[in-house]
């Protein structure tokens, strides 16, 4: 008698993260526990509070003389003017502090405190999934993706080409990063429309994201707010990183098109095609006879794109984050059900709905926080920093640029946060450039080529928040990206060899 073997299927996202998870565990305990001790300028009082490794407070007065004196090389200006708003870790100050290694009580509750922590970018998500909801339901969606894949008919690679290269631009000049997660629902029938599969739409906004953040230009949270830690004008080695954006998009673009029109002309050798029927099924609402697209159903998508507009600007301009941006997207999810004629309960059910759609991906965003969370309590992140600066120390300058891009990919993958790995990092790894003859922006596009790189792939990064919200597993992520990512890092390292050398 045969017997159905049960096929063996990758692990989900919560998966993979609690892997990681336990990983980082087993690591506070085979880590000796460190700290630098960290700088933060107290605006009320005019004065640098320092933090020790022991966790003691010192007070110094706000002066050049106390920056140079500590050894930190940046103007006292960067401070006061709010440029550098985190604790800055003070070279030479590394000490191995007592060990705090994450338990099994601990593992088990960082996903609840990351959930916590994560908070307003879990509500931002809910949110965005109701006003997905209430669009889904008026038929908005179904007419309006109908007379788009009309008009993009024979060019459907232009969808590629704009979306990428208008997310890059948001990468680059003002962090464009988890913004992105509100336009999944919308573009991936679109793409899929076309002829694409939801693996071009992912690379679309993803990786658009992720180059233009790479390769940032002036964007705050990584190339201004790191060459201000780094003691240099956020100008320096600004065109090497804009040529390397141009060059780099391009490469990505091609890419991405390749594969696509690929699985365009033949829909089995998507690396998602065992997914198709129920990926369609979950995006695709179009009936068999499609809506018409009135001016109800036209006002509704108008103001649902005028609103991600507005969001660009109150971002890049008016230091927006998720409180104001959910706020935003409430008032149009309000407006929306207005305006869709549907009723109060109608419109209310379906919003609940819309949002329920996404607590998958809200409870993958906590888990992802716990790692950090992880790791941050078991004090062995700057443990980790002070390890690699014996690795650089006194190399030649061409082998310093191309370790440090190692490096800081590494770095990339326990501390993600991009501004908080810059003023961690920077007023150690700065100074190691003097100390090999090359200009300081090197470290500074290392820093920004190591860990856009690792951003392609870390668990502890967007990527698999990502890929829940179209229900893609990380296997498939991971073989489609590899090659470019490769490509990619063997380009971020002649651009730099290229600037230490020039």
């Keep these: 008698m045969k017997t159905n073997k049960k096929k063996r299927s990758f692990p989900t996202a919560y998966t993979v993260l ?3 998870l336990v990983f ?6 085979m880590i000796p526990a460190g700290s630098y001790a960290k700088l933060l300028y107290e605006a ?3 004065s640098f509070s320092i933090t020790m490794p022991d966790g003691s407070m010192q007070e110094m007065p706000a002066t050049q003389d106390t920056l140079e004196e500590l050894g930190i090389k940046v103007d006292l200006e960067k401070f006061t003017d709010g440029s550098i708003y ?10 191995q502090i007592e060990s705090n290694p994450q338990g099994v009580m601990e593992v088990i509750q960082a996903p609840i405190s990351g959930v916590y922590e994560t908070i307003d970018i879990i509500m931002f998500v809910f949110i965005i999934g109701g006003i997905i909801g209430i669009l889904n339901n008026s038929g908005a969606f179904d007419a309006g993706f109908a007379s788009l894949s009309r008009a993009t008919k024979g060019r459907e690679y232009l969808l590629i080409v704009i979306v990428t290269f208008l997310i890059a631009l948001g990468g680059t000049t003002f962090g464009l990063a988890e913004e992105t997660i509100a336009l999944y629902p919308i573009l991936v029938p679109v793409f899929m429309i076309a ?7 992912i690379a679309a906004l993803y990786m658009g994201s992720s180059i233009g953040t790479m390769f940032s230009t002036v964007n705050p949270f990584s190339s201004v707010i790191a060459s201000n830690a780094a003691g240099i004008a956020f100008t320096n080695g600004l065109a090497f990183r804009l040529i390397g954006l141009i060059i780099a998009t391009i490469i990505t673009v091609v890419y991405i098109i390749r594969y696509a029109e690929k699985i365009k002309k033949n829909p089995e050798t998507s690396l998602i095609f065992s997914q198709k029927t129920e990926i369609e099924k979950r995006f695709l609402h179009v009936n068999k006879e499609v809506p018409e697209f009135t001016f109800r159903r036209k006002t509704m998508l108008a103001l649902f794109v ?5 969001m660009i600007w109150g971002v890049s301009s008016q230091d927006w984050w998720f409180m104001e941006m959910t706020a935003l997207f409430l008032v149009v999810g309000i407006l929306i059900g207005i305006i869709s004629g549907m009723g109060e309960k109608d419109a ?3 919003f609940v709905a819309g949002a329920a759609d996404l607590v998958g991906v809200a409870l993958t965003i906590g888990v992802a926080r716990a790692v950090n969370l992880i790791m941050d309590n078991g004090l062995i992140s700057d443990s980790i920093l002070h390890s690699t600066t014996q690795i650089v120390d006194g190399m030649n300058g061409g ?10 990919s590494v770095l990339g993958f326990f501390i993600p946060s991009s501004s908080g790995l810059a003023v961690l990092s920077m007023p150690i790894m700065a100074p190691l450039a003097d100390t090999v003859g090359i200009p300081r922006e090197v470290v500074v596009s290392a820093y920004q080529y190591g860990q856009g790189l690792m951003a392609f792939i870390t668990p502890t990064g967007l990527i698999l928040v990502t890929l829940s919200m179209v229900d893609v597993t990380y296997d498939k992520w991971l073989k489609f990206i590899m090659p470019l990512m490769g490509i990619i890092g063997v380009f971020a390292a002649i651009m730099l060899t290229i600037q230490a050398l020039v």
């Design 18 to 20: 609690f892997i990681v």
């Design 24 to 29: 980082a565990a087993v690591l506070t305990h």
């Design 44 to 46: 009320d009082a005019s």
């Design 86 to 95: 985190k604790p800055v870790a003070i070279p030479g100050s590394y000490e």
């Design 195 to 201: 002829g694409y599969d939801a693996i071009v739409c």
């Design 306 to 310: 005028a609103a991600f507009g507005i």
């Design 348 to 350: 209310v059910n379906h």
């Design 399 to 408: 082998i310093f640029a191309i370790i440090m891009l190692l490096v800081f």
